[in-house]
């Protein structure tokens, strides 16, 4: 029975029931990839005890006691992933969409523009398919802080573990800053960014420890060409009072760079570092045109992670630096950004077009150069993470960790062979999150046998696609899809 995911009671009756959230339970998994002694370690045929939330123990060999337990002989049993830069409502309106013509920006104009209850929807839809690829973690940059406030409501209710904090400036403000031809733009935008500053630092101090602690409100600036030391000084002082630190896109184009050279003179991680923003954790999302000479010294001396993001871009998007950022020792972590939610699919493309960016730059990059493996993917999304954040408690299957993990099938049709692999995280790279069995936080299921538990997937699927319905309609009327809506447009479902 390879691919059991029967649960049974101490006598070994089989039942298909969820275990009761709060209750103890045990997970018998094909492989575990734990943590000992400061070291991942890949374990056969092991249970995972869960009791309160939190991993109890961890062993070799079956289960010998009385507690529900959840078989997965066909799985491996991993740590629930850490994103470290998420836009959670804009993942399905550009999904299919940026692959046109390159930009996503008017779709996240109309999802600003959507009711509370039509945002929530969204979130629903895209938090689900978030935890359906074994994503527990997200450090998520709202596009607004109203979008903030969406993801807050539904991820409560979910029980899901995230650091939300709206972008600032916020969309659609944002974008005559970022696009701007006067930096005359930049410095009258510096009285309102600072009211937003100050709108996000009262949401931190507001929610901070939400749902039971898992919700942790972080600092979420655009971009360091957005900003100016004022706007800096003032984010600096709120990141401080809340303690999570400050979530970023840094370095993300070659404009974005040459635009800090030109004002303040250095380079943005430069830039970052002689502000003194790196008193906590510190993500900085894409960093394409980093100094490679300097910058990766810089950003390791601040304890900095950098967020590859492989379908930033969308499907077929540009290629990121990863095997640059671990040729230079850098802390990588793999983000989620928007379009695609599929975390697994996700790690792969780190891997695979990371190996093929490494192999095309052999002759041309002039500092050391990595050749990602799966190995360097996982750590990245899990105790890279955690590190970064400064916890030891999440990103690991270790006792007294809490309970945040996911199982993935590894024996099964097209990403197995019939039989536990015997190098399992190799499989991962046939993998996609629809390979995602079990997914709990903080011990609770979210997603049990492939669904999600934690809400009506059918309900959650049907109220995400009219929302998106609605957004496409817009697009088609803007001439987005050659001035023909989609067909189905503005139909109820
Ligand atoms: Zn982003």
């Known amino acids: 029975m390879p691919h059991s995911t029967q649960s049974c009671d101490a006598r070994g009756a089989m039942t298909r029931s969820l275990p009761t959230v709060g209750a103890a339970y045990v997970v018998e998994a094909g492989w575990v990839l734990s943590w000992d002694r400061g070291r991942p370690a890949l374990l056969r045929d092991a249970h995972v005890v869960v009791s309160q939330g939190r991993i109890a123990d961890v062993r070799a060999g079956a289960f010998d006691g009385d507690l529900p337990r959840i078989a997965v002989p066909g799985d491996i049993l991993l740590p629930g992933f850490i994103s470290g830069h998420t836009h959670v409502a804009s993942g399905t309106p550009t999904r299919g969409v940026i692959e046109g013509d390159g930009t996503s920006r008017p779709s996240a104009h109309l999802v600003e523009a959507l009711s509370d209850d039509e945002l929530d929807d969204l979130t629903a839809y895209n938090l689900a398919e978030i935890l359906r690829a074994g994503c527990t973690t997200q450090l998520e940059m709202s ?127 430069a830039w970052l570092e002689s502000l003194g923003m790196a008193e906590g954790p510190l993500f900085g999302a894409h960093m394409s045109a980093l100094d490679w000479a300097s910058d990766p010294a810089i950003f390791n001396k601040m304890g900095g992670v950098y967020v590859h993001c492989p379908s930033a871009g969308g499907a077929g998007g540009a290629t990121q630096p990863y095997p640059e950022a671990l040729g230079a020792g850098m802390n990588v972590n793999i983000g989620l950004d928007t379009h695609s939610n599929d975390y697994v699919e996700n790690l792969k493309l780190a891997v695979i077009a990371g190996r093929a960016r490494s192999s095309l730059l052999a002759a041309s990059h002039p500092g050391p150069l990595a050749m990602p493996t799966i190995e360097d993917a996982v750590a990245g999304a899990t105790t890279v993470a955690a590190k970064g954040l400064g916890r030891d408690d999440i990103g690991r299957i270790a006792p007294g960790a809490w309970a945040d993990f996911s199982t993935i099938d590894i024996s099964g049709f097209l990403v197995g062979a019939g039989a536990l692999p015997p190098e399992p995280l190799h499989n991962l790279l046939y993998a996609n999150g629809l390979s995602v069995r079990h997914v709990a936080t903080a011990g609770r299921f979210q997603v049990f046998d492939g669904r999600l538990v934690v809400a009506d997937q059918d309900e959650v699927v049907r109220r995400g696609g009219a929302v998106v319905r609605k957004v496409w309609a817009a697009l088609g009327a803007q001439g987005r899809f050659g001035g023909v809506p989609p067909i189905g447009a503005g139909e109820t479902v």
């Open 143 to 269: 596009q607004s802080l109203r979008q903030a406030e969406s993801y807050l409501r539904v991820a409560v209710k979910w029980g899901v573990r995230g650091y939300p904090g709206g972008m600032i400036p916020a969309t659609p403000r944002v974008d005559t800053i970022w696009a701007r031809q006067d930096d005359a733009v930049l410095y009258d935008s510096v009285p309102a960014t600072l009211r937003e500053i100050e709108a996000n630092r009262q949401f931190g101090l507001r929610h901070m420890n939400a749902g039971d602690g898992l919700i942790k409100p972080m600092l979420a600036p655009h971009a360091t060409d957005t900003h100016t030391p004022e706007t800096m000084r003032a984010m600096k002082a709120a990141a401080l009072e809340l303690g999570t630190g400050l979530h970023f896109h840094i370095a993300q184009s070659t404009i974005e760079t040459e635009r800090v050279r030109r004002l303040w003179g250095m380079t943005p991680v």
